[in-house]
């Protein structure tokens, strides 16, 4: 792989990542990106560990066979549940100077900064709050604090069934939000910690009160890129340059391009890909 280029491959279950993607081209428009969604097997959030890495692992492969020296895991869960085992079992046994990064790392250190009473909360997928990666992650870098957490195993499938902004999704979020505060009222931080939720924004600010602030992590994760990137100029060196994105995904092209012409408002053009 030294001496090409390539773009910065984005990877998440679905269209969650998105999300994350919006923010990294308006933070870092300079290089290229190639965006896989792996829709034919989402919902990741209520599949088990061993699931979860294989899909995560077969997902991040197929990206660096398609030229992307550095992945970005813009999924909790995959995070949460593959991140490890890639960069420990998988990278030392592929290409040199491969990497993979991960969402959840970034957005706990960025808590630090936003939370005053210590006292967060976190909403995710079955599986990222089984996981208690957030809560550890968080009780490492800011001893002291509290986690608070509530999965939320509707709310991924509604944004994958393209009923974010349905009367199914209001219910859900209200009821996830109402267990998740309940819980503490001096929880003064909100993470919403599933790139997915930033999809239900709107629902979220009518039900959370104002003096709790939400953290969506597209612009923590953007910048966390942004300063990975400054410290390792090898990798910066190696990815290609010129502001293109393009998307690929397991499932129906068609089906994809309907729903993330509404998530990214803009037309995209997209490859169907089986691995
Ligand atoms: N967007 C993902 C996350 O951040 C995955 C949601 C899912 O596939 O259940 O966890």
Same mark, same amino acid.
């Given at each position: 792989m030294t001496g090409t280029s390539g773009p910065i491959g984005v990877f998440d279950s679905g269209y969650g990542g998105l999300t994350v993607l919006g923010e990294l081209r308006r933070r870092l428009p300079e290089y290229d990106y190639l965006y896989l969604g792996d829709n034919a097997r989402a919902p990741y959030?209520?599949?088990?560990?061993?699931?979860?890495?294989?899909?995560?692992r077969r997902s991040v492969r197929y990206l660096f066979d398609r030229g992307c020296? !550095?992945?970005?895991?813009?999924?909790?869960?995959?995070?949460a549940k593959a991140l490890r085992s890639i960069q420990q079992k998988d990278l030392p046994g592929w290409e040199d100077g491969l990497r993979v990064l991960g969402v959840i790392r970034p957005t706990a250190e960025a808590i630090g900064s936003i939370s005053r009473s210590g006292k967060v909360g976190i909403l995710g997928t079955p599986g990222t709050v089984s996981s208690r990666s957030y809560d550890m992650e968080i009780a490492k870098l800011h001893p002291g604090f509290a986690t608070y957490s509530t999965a939320c195993p509707m709310?991924?499938?509604?944004?994958?069934? $393209?009923?974010?902004? *349905?009367?199914?999704?209001?219910?859900?979020?209200? =009821?996830?939000? *109402?267990? /998740? /505060? *309940?819980?503490?009222?001096?929880?003064?931080? /909100?993470? !919403? *910690?599933?790139?997915?939720?930033?999809?239900?924004?709107? =629902?979220?600010?009518?039900?959370?009160?104002?003096?709790?602030?939400?953290?969506?992590? $597209?612009?923590?994760?953007?910048?966390? /890129?942004?300063?990975?990137?400054?410290?390792?100029?090898?990798?910066e060196s190696r990815l290609r340059r010129g502001g293109e994105? =393009?998307?690929?995904?397991?499932?129906?092209?068609?089906?994809?391009?309907? !729903?993330?012409?509404?998530? !990214?408002?803009?037309?995209?053009?997209v490859e169907h890909v089986d691995f």
């Open positions: 959030g209520s599949r088990s560990f061993d699931v979860v890495y294989n899909f995560t020296p !550095l992945v970005i895991l813009a999924c909790n869960t995959a995070s709310l991924a499938p509604i944004v994958e069934c $393209g009923e974010a902004s *349905g009367p199914g999704a209001d219910y859900f979020v209200r =009821k996830y939000t *109402g267990a /998740l /505060l *309940g819980q503490d009222p001096d929880i003064d931080t /909100l993470v !919403l *910690g599933c790139t997915h939720y930033p999809l239900l924004l709107p =629902k979220f600010r009518e039900v959370v009160p104002e003096s709790v602030q939400i953290v969506s992590q $597209g612009e923590i994760v953007a910048d966390s /890129l942004a300063d990975y990137l400054k410290r390792h100029p090898e990798m994105c =393009k998307y690929l995904t397991t499932e129906d092209p068609t089906k994809f391009t309907d !729903l993330a012409r509404i998530f !990214l408002n803009e037309s995209v053009d």
